[in-house]
Every structure is written in C-alpha cells, then in structure tokens.
C-alpha cells in the first residue's frame, strides 16, 4: 500500500458555462489535476441523485458539478433546484456516513477558464487528503 | 372517543353527505381498512390500529373519481393527504376530514412531530407534545461509525419494496429504485448503498413521518432514522413541513433561490 | 363503491403469513399487510406484496380443454367430466385400480388434499397417491417420526425470536422463508448465535457467528463430528438423555469414529471451525436445528434427518421453548397436505393404511364398498417409473408440474407420454397440462374457501376474496363432482367448511379445528385434539410422542454420484427469492419476472477463468442425464468446483440435470448433488 493515492473525481459539467468554462482552461493552456473525468451534461439540473450515488458507487472518490452562476442559466431557472438538491444531498450523503466534502458544486462561467483551473486543485487536494471514498472498499468485498 | 365518532360519522352517511367513511373495522380479530357505507355497520369501526388510509383514499378516488368519501384520519393521515393533493393525485373537494388525535402512547411509538390533525371531531390533541427521541445517539456517530452502522443495517435488506409500498407518498407509476441502471436487478442485498438513498432523498420534502415504511420492515431497518433527519434537515434549510398547508410548495422543486 | 379486505393466507411458502387482499367491487386490487397477524406482523416479502398479479395474469384457464388430434380445445364442464369417467371407468376395468396414480397439491387446501386422497381410495380404490413433499421433506417426515414419533416441525416460528443459538444448515432462510429468516436477523441484534453450514455464502453468511462450507452431501460426517467434540468436551445434557431416550450408547459408538480430523478431510470444513461450532451449540441455554432441502434432497436424507435429531436431544434441545429440530416448508400447504394423507402410506392424521382398524373406520365413513388396499402406494418419482415401464396407465395431477419439478424431466416426459390417459387440473396450462388429455380449470387461493397448515402446524384460513374466474370452478368443487359423477354419494358437500368438519372427525391430530375456532383464534397449531384443545405451541414437551427419543448411530455415505475425470464439477440446485417452485405462478408476476428473468448458474471466478468464461455469457451444462445451455453468473457465492442453478426456470431447467437416486427410505431424490461438466459455446 505504498502507492500514492490518486483520487478519482467524476464532474457533470453544464454545456453552456461550466463544460465551456473547462474548455477555455483547456485553450488557454491552464494546468489542473488530470483527475476529473469529465461528463458533459445539458444543464446541471439535468443530474439527479441516482447518478452522483452511482459514480461514488462505481468507484469515484468524489464528484464535482458545475454550473452556471444563477441567473445565467441557459434553461432560466434549472440552477436554482441544482443547488437546493445538492445542499439536502449533501446533508444524506453526511447521515449515510459519506464526508459531504467528496460532493462539491460551483458555479463556474464559459469565461472562467482561470476558476475551473484552480477549482479542480483546490478540490483534488481536498479529496486526496480526505482519502479514497468508504465505499470503493464495499464494492470490492461485494464480488 | 370511539361512540361520538361511531355517531358523527354515521350523521355523515345517513344525511347523504358522504356516500362512505373510509375507516378501521374490527373483523375476526384484527382491524383493517374498510369503507363503512352503511350506518348499521359502524359499530365495528374502531381506532386501535394504525394503517396507511391516505394511500387506501388515493386508490378509491382514482377507481371513482366523482364520489365523496369521508376519512378518519390521524395527524399523518391528513399529512400525507395533503401531501399527495400537492402533486395532484388527490382531489381534496372529493374529501370529507373526519380527525382524530393520536393517544400518547401512539404518539410516543411513532416519534411522531405533530400527532393531531388541523381540527379534530373527537377526543383532545396532546398539548405540548414534543417527541421523545431526537435521535441524538445517531448523531453523535462519527462519519466512520455512521457507515458501519447503515452498513450493518442494510446488509439485511430482502429487497420487499415494502417501504416503498406501504408508503402513502410513493405513488410513482414508475419507480426509479426498480431502474437497472441504478439498482442492479435480483441481487440480494442491493448494492450498498444506493437503494436506500434513492428512497430517503426521494422523499425529502414528501416524507410526512407516518413510519409505515419502518413498520412494513421485514429486517428492522431503522428507516424513520434517515427520515427524521432529513425532515429535520429541510426545515433547518428552507423552514418547510410537509402537510401543513396545500398551498406550501416543496421547496426543492421551486425555481426560487433561498 | 365497496371496498374490503379480506383476510387470508399465502399460497407461496411454509411460513404462513396472513395478510388482507384488498378488493374494489369485486376485483383484487393489491395487498395489505396485517399488523395483527402474529407470523408476519404486518411485514412481507416481495413476493407476498405482489400476490395479486398472477391471479389475474393471462395465461389463467378458465374453461376445460379436451385434446383432440394433438390439440387442445374448450369444452364444456359436462363434456370433460363424461370423457373422464368413461376412460377412468374403462382403465378401472381393463387394467384394475393398481393402474391409476394421482398426485395432489402442497398449493391446494386442506380440504382439496384431503378429497384428492378421499378419491384415490374410495373411488378408484387405490393408495397410489402422494405429491410433492415426496421431493422436499419426505425424509423429514421418516427421519423424525422414527427418532421422535412426529414428522413435523418441533417449535414455532415466533420462538425464534428469543433463541440463543441457531444451527442453520440446507436452508437459504433469508431467500426461501424470509419471515422466518427476518426473525432469526432479529434474534442475532439481540445477541443469539448464529452457526451456519452451507457450501454457499448467503446472505445470512455475513450474520453468522460460524459459517462452515462442507462439501455437498457430507451432511453426516459434519453432523457426527460437532456430536463428538459435543461428548468429548463433556457438553452432553445427561439428564436429558438418560430420562427421555434410548440407544445413546449405540450412537456414542458411531459417533466416536468422527474425531474433527477424519470430518475435516470427508467435508472439507477446518476442524477448528467443527470444534468451534460444537462449543457455541453444546454451552447455548436454548438452540434451535433449522434445515430445510440442502439436507432432505439427498440419497441420505433421513440419516441426516436422524443426525439432526440426535445432535439436538444429545444437548437436550428437546422439548423447550426456542429449541428443537425445525424442518422448514417450502410450499404453504406442504404440511397440510401430508397431515391429510396424500401419501400412499397414511391416512388423514398419518394413520397407517397398513392398520386394519383404520382401513375399516374410512371404509366405512366414506360408505364404500371395495375394501382399501392395505398395501403401501406408489410415491412420485416410482409412479413416474411405473408409468414408463407401462404398469401406470392413468395420472391424475391436481396442482402439480412434474415437468419442471422432478428430477431427469426427459425421463418424466417419455413417462408421461406413454400414458393411456392423463387428466391435469391446474390454474396455469403448465409444461406438464401441455401433455393432458384433458385440463380441468381450478382456482388460485384468492377464489375458495379453504385453510393452509403452515410450516409450524399452524392451522390458518384461506378466504375467498373473488369470484373465480371464467369457468374455473376451486378445486375442491372439481373433485366433488367427478366423485358423484363416478357413483359415489360420499362427496356432497356444499362448502369447504363441511369438508373440514369430516376431517375433525376422522383426525385425531385436527380433531379440534373448525372454522368457528379459527375465525375466533386466527390460528390452532395441531395436535389439537378436541373443541376445547387451544392446540399445540411445541411438540414432546415432558414426552416425545413415541415415548422415549431414539437415538439411530448413523454412518456417513457419500452422495450417489461423484464428480470425476468427464463431470468435475458438482452441481447443487435451489431456490431463489424472487421466484417459486416451478415459475407458474411467480414468471407471470412481472415485479418478479423483471427481477430475474431467466435462470443461471453461479460459477467461483477461479473456475470461469480456467475456462475462459465470462460473466452473464450462455454456457452448457452437462451431466449423465441431459443438457442444458444458461447463463453464466460468476461470484464467489459458490466455492471452487461447485456450481449452484436454481430450478425454477423451465427453458434452462436445472432438473434435466439432476440425478433420480433415491433415499432408500424416504424415496425422495438426490436434487441437492451430481456430477456435471461446465464448458464455454461462445467463440
């Protein structure tokens, strides 16, 4: 066990800010963590609980969603629900027994490559001292 | 309490204003659910038992959408009824409330938050109720011990779907948790823990506290834990609660910043 | 509007729950539990919760079907009815009344198995009659008689609750009785210890204190050895066997050749985990033995139903509360149905067909003419052989699918077809009505009047909820009139209810039982002996209802077929939650159908990576008997060299797999072990 431990993150991005927004910290050449793998959905509101269970489930250690910031939403009000289930989820998750710190949402614009950059640094580091996600260790004693 | 009620709601048949009383009947026994449509009958009608009449009065109304029934209905009953109004699987003008409040003992045997319905027939609310258990041992668990604890507890899962069942609100023609994708299927217990999480979180802002879904538990899992919590959890962020007043939106579902 | 619920009990397995069907002016909408209902308190598996739908389901007959040039037709009751008396009359005739075998129900009523056997005797004059326990519990039912004088389950259900110990052994409690296996869950939260022996890992694995995996049927040898670290260790309850039973010494003898060594090497279970599971069982105050088919369904059943019985009176676990050698039912009404003789050896009340004295008192009561043979009848699997050697030349199948359920279906169906005449009464046209003569339309639970016995003697009502459907009359009625129609006048009854008053009058064991006592009671466990008996919780407390328990020394025989150099592997069937028996009732359910919709077989990952097989891949099982193709389904539930198939699938039947050996007392068949070889057809 003297591998270092590399957490993986699972990030729902938002195809009009947060994905474009990642994509602009692509262009511009801005270095983040190459730990995120990157689902890019139509809005954020489009993820439901079911998915963020089933990439902690599958194996992630973390999971980022990223939006854009209220009042720019695409579909008008779509972020506004985004952040109210995230906030009840975070508080299940946290009863379950899963530090609340693993789910994280932000609010990211097409502009901002520079905050999608240092966001996913800020949230590596965070998951990589809170240590691989409780329930890896469950799916591999279920085979 | 069981007379006057037996006389009110006998009143309610005889002069026509109802054409049933949904209630509890003593048979062989036990007490079912049963609509009393004859005031000759109502002598059977008792209020020992507890089942979920609101889910029962959803089923009726959607056998016959035009007829009039009355209720007896307990603090959750009514709850969940308004509940279900809210997402329009129950028309309320089709329903006659006959309320009734729930003894201490009840009350303490369901951790109930608010054992009365709005206005009773019969009986008195208990006044200054305040449950007992807050779940503080619960909450004292660190992050580590509280996945041991649900581990332990959902390893024993049978996968009945009773919880979902037997709850008033779970009305969905299509349930998420028989969904493959999330869920495999015929597995035993379901994958830890996602299947229980799908039903807690679906009820947040829905879960009306009734305990049927602890109570149609095979195993014993401690399933109003989780419901409490989040009951307490969406007062605390957006000062909601269920089944107060039809005109109350879930607050996860508006559009509204908070 | 009229809505009711009407309260009745499960027709899927042994543990008896009552719940409410509820019913919308007339039409079964859904089930409500009951909270007053002491087995299941309100709570229920999946299958109780979804009851309804294969009542209503398509494939429902409603109407008889006579064949006609290889093809079924409707007919008329009157119609299907003359057809069969006139070919029951001429068989009867031509090839006497030892040509006949009729196979009766653990699904139907009390009732029902009681007139099918009625029938048997007084009509055709015949003991060719059993049914399906012949292929589950047969050998409890001799194993526990011999050592105990009563086949039936010692204890009761809610006892569980407050055990200290449980041995569980051949028994997927969670999955097969989970109301059972609910209240064992419970009982270890409040610290009872749990022993499980199970070449699988089920779920109750990971509740279990001990879990020891032996080698299917070695069942003997394990159970020899937690005895002889039990005498060794001085954990003997010497009180117990001096004063309540006879030949200890004989079995000490026996049991002294299993030192934990010798067992570890016959069942492959370390021999620290036998001399564990030894001491946790020999110090509990109050341990309860539960087993069910891993233990009956071999070529030893009753050995290791007699082992079972020696291991719980040498501890004194006997006769007590929360103790006792507890057999678990598969089917609701199993119980029932072998209380009220459809068995080729007993009477109602297994009173012995060979008793003059009892031959004469049913002779009489169901004004016959003929005398009953005193000869034993034939039993399922040999009615099956007889059939295919020729000497069989009319089935009568009420409620069964031999065509699914026995073992090496192959030789079932050659047997079948070689039939002069084959009538079949089911509600379902099942794999084995596609080969009838004549289908006659019974009900499901949901349209008669009736009452199960559960897996604990329990005595319980069925109620009917619904009018039956199309023409379909319940069953009960259906015998009835075929017995009037064949020229008997002992068959009027105008209700279940006057059926069962016949019953308590020829059935000591339900002398006491009426329908007026259970409306008031819910329930009466028997023995139950007369109006003012409140029955019975547990059976042989003070004395064992032959007087002393016997003790029988058993020596270990290994299974019938081993694996070896061309069939490696050892295949072992069962049961799985979501699904009953053969499927006909559960397939057309689609909660369940959805949750496992065809078969499998569980493979160990070491054993499909050695042959290159992938996980949900079609793979072909073998063995001496037949073939089949099934998806492969790789997990470490089963150990290395042994694959597990649940039966209840018809297009990958584990039962053209399985071996017809027989116990040579119990006759019921080896379903639990053979030989078999996997391979891989994909590219």
Not at chain 2, 98 to 125: F, H, R, S
Not at chain 2, 202 to 225: D, F, Q, S, Y
Not at chain 3, 292 to 310: E, F, L, P, R, Y
Request: charged share 25%; aromatic share 8%; with cysteine.
């Amino acid at each position: 066990m003297t591998e270092e431990f590399k957490p993986k993150i699972v990030g729902f991005l938002c195809n009009w800010c947060c994905y474009a927004g990642a994509d602009m910290a692509g262009t511009s050449r801005m270095k983040y963590p190459s730990n995120i793998r990157i689902i890019r959905v139509m809005c954020s509101s489009r993820i439901n609980t079911e998915m963020i269970i089933k990439a902690f489930q599958t194996g992630a250690d973390a999971v980022f969603i990223g939006g854009c910031h209220f009042g720019d939403c695409h579909y008008v009000d779509g972020n506004y629900r985004t952040k109210k289930r995230i906030d009840v989820l975070k508080r299940l998750l946290s009863h379950m027994g899963i530090e609340q710190e693993r789910l994280r949402l932000e609010w990211v614009s097409a502009a901002e490559g520079e905050k999608f950059s240092k966001t996913m640094a800020e949230f590596t580091d965070t998951i990589t001292s809170l240590g691989p996600s409780p329930l890896r260790e469950i799916k591999e004693e279920a085979i | 309490m069981e007379p006057e009620l037996r006389d009110y709601v006998g009143e309610l048949l005889d002069s026509g204003t109802v054409a049933g009383v949904l209630a509890l009947k003593d048979e062989l026994g036990a007490v079912k659910p049963y609509l009393f449509t004859k005031n000759n009958e109502i002598g059977d009608l008792v209020l020992t038992s507890k089942y979920p009449l609101a889910s029962v009065m959803s089923m009726l109304q959607k056998e016959d959408p035009s007829i009039k029934l009355a209720i007896v209905c307990r603090g959750c009953d009514e709850r969940a009824l308004i509940e279900l109004a809210k997402r329009n699987q129950i028309n309320l003008d089709n329903i006659v409330f006959v309320g009734i409040p729930c003894d201490e003992e009840m009350a303490d045997k369901c951790n109930c938050l608010q054992p009365y319905p709005k206005e009773i027939v019969t009986g008195e609310k208990l006044s200054n109720w305040v449950p007992k258990n807050n779940y503080e041992d619960f909450k004292n668990m660190s992050t580590e011990e509280k996945l041991i604890f649900w581990k332990g507890q959902l390893e024993k899962c049978n996968k009945c779907y009773g919880c979902r069942n037997a709850c008033p609100l779970c009305f969905c023609s299509d349930c998420e948790l028989e969904n493959a994708l999330w869920v495999k299927h015929g597995r035993l217990p379901p994958e830890f823990p996602i299947y229980h999480v799908i039903r807690a979180f679906h009820l947040a802002g829905k879960c009306v506290g009734c305990g049927e879904c602890e109570n149609a538990c095979p195993v014993g899992i401690p399933l109003m834990t989780l419901n409490h919590l989040l009951r307490e959890d969406i007062k605390d962020l957006f000062g909601y609660m269920t089944g107060q007043d039809i005109e109350d939106e879930n607050p996860i579902n508006t559009k509204e910043e908070y | 509007m009229k809505y009711d619920n009407i309260l009745t009990t499960c027709p899927y397995c042994g543990c008896g729950c009552k719940y409410y069907i509820q019913v919308i002016n007339g039409v079964a909408k859904g089930v409500m539990p009951c909270k007053e209902d002491p087995v299941s308190e309100g709570k229920l598996c999946i299958k109780g919760w979804n009851v309804v739908d294969f009542v209503y389901s398509e494939g429902r007959l409603t109407k008889p079907l006579i064949k006609e040039n290889g093809k079924f037709r409707e007919a008329s009751w009157d119609e299907a009815y003359n057809l069969i008396v006139s070919k029951f009359k001429k068989i009867k005739e031509q090839h006497g009344p030892q040509a006949f075998g009729l196979l009766s129900s653990a699904k139907t009523t009390n009732e029902e198995n009681y007139l099918m056997q009625k029938f048997a005797r007084s009509i055709i004059v015949t003991n060719n009659v059993d049914h399906c326990a012949r292929l589950c519990h047969a050998s409890t039912v001799a194993g526990l008689a011999a050592a105990f004088g009563s086949g039936a389950m010692t204890n009761s259900i809610p006892e569980f609750e407050d055990a200290d110990c449980f041995l569980i052994t051949g028994s997927n409690t969670t999955e097969q009785h989970p109301l059972i296996g609910s209240r064992i869950l419970r009982a270890k939260e409040r610290g009872a210890k749990i022993i499980l022996v199970d070449p699988r890992l089920i779920q109750l694995a990971k509740f279990a204190d001990i879990h020891l995996r032996q080698k299917p049927g070695t069942d003997v040898a394990w159970l020899n050895g937690l005895m002889y670290v039990i005498i060794k260790d001085g954990l003997v309850d010497e009180e117990f066997v001096k004063n309540r039973t006879e030949n200890y010494e004989k079995l000490k003898k026996e049991v002294m050749n299993y030192p934990p060594e010798k067992v570890e090497e016959i069942t492959g279970v370390p021999k620290e985990d036998i001399i564990s599971a030894a001491h946790i069982f020999g110090n509990a105050k109050t341990a309860s033995i539960i087993y069910s088919m891993g233990i009956t369904q071999h070529t030893t059943g009753v050995d290791n139903v007699k082992s079972c019985a020696n291991l719980a009176m040498i501890t004194g676990n006997m006769g007590k509360a929360c103790t006792g050698v507890n057999p678990l039912r598969g089917q609701n009404n199993v119980q029932g149905a072998c209380d009220l003789g459809a068995l080729p050896n007993v009477f109602p009340g297994y009173q012995a067909v060979a008793n003059g004295e009892f031959r004469e008192k049913f002779e009489k009561a169901w004004k016959m003419d003929d005398k009953i043979p005193e000869n034993v009848g034939l039993t399922v699997v040999e009615m099956t052989n007889e059939a295919h050697a020729g000497n069989i030349k009319c089935l009568y199948i009420m409620g069964e699918n031999p065509m699914v359920s026995d073992p090496d279906i192959n030789h079932v169906k050659e047997s079948l077809e070689s039939l002069d005449f084959l009538v079949v009464q089911d509600i379902f046209l099942t794999e084995t009505a596609e080969l009838a003569d004549v289908v006659l339309p019974g009900t499901s639970f949901l349209e008669k009047d009736g009452t199960f016995t559960g897996t604990d003697r329990r005595v319980q009502r069925v109620r009917k909820a619904i009018e039956p459907l199309g023409e379909s009359k319940p069953d009960w009625l259906i015998i009835s009139e075929l017995a009037s129609r064949m020229g008997s006048s002992a068959f009027e009854y105008n209700s279940p209810k006057e059926i069962q008053d016949e019953i308590a009058s020829l059935t000591p064991l339900y002398g006491g039982i009426s329908y007026e006592r259970l409306d008031d009671l819910g329930y009466l466990q028997w023995p139950c002996l007369d109006k003012d008996h409140k029955g019975t919780v547990f059976l042989h407390k003070g004395k064992f209802t032959r007087g002393l328990g016997c003790f029988f020394p058993i020596t270990y025989k290994p299974p019938a077929e081993l694996p070896d150099k061309e069939y490696p592997f050892t295949l072992t069937t069962g049961r799985i939650l979501f699904h009953f028996h053969t499927g006909t009732m559960t397939r057309c359910v689609p909660k369940l159908d959805k949750e496992v919709p065809t078969g499998y077989v569980e493979i160990h990952p070491v054993d499909a990576d050695r042959l290159g097989i992938k996980d949900g891949e079609i793979i072909k099982v073998s063995t001496r008997r037949g073939t089949i193709n099934i998806p492969a389904y790789i997990t470490r539930k089963v150990p290395e060299k042994i694959v597990f198939i649940p039966f209840h699938f018809k297009e990958c039947a584990a039962n053209i797999l399985t071996n017809p050996a027989l116990d040579p007392i119990a006759k019921i068949p080896e379903l639990k072990v053979c030989a078999c070889k996997v391979e891989s057809i994909g590219e």
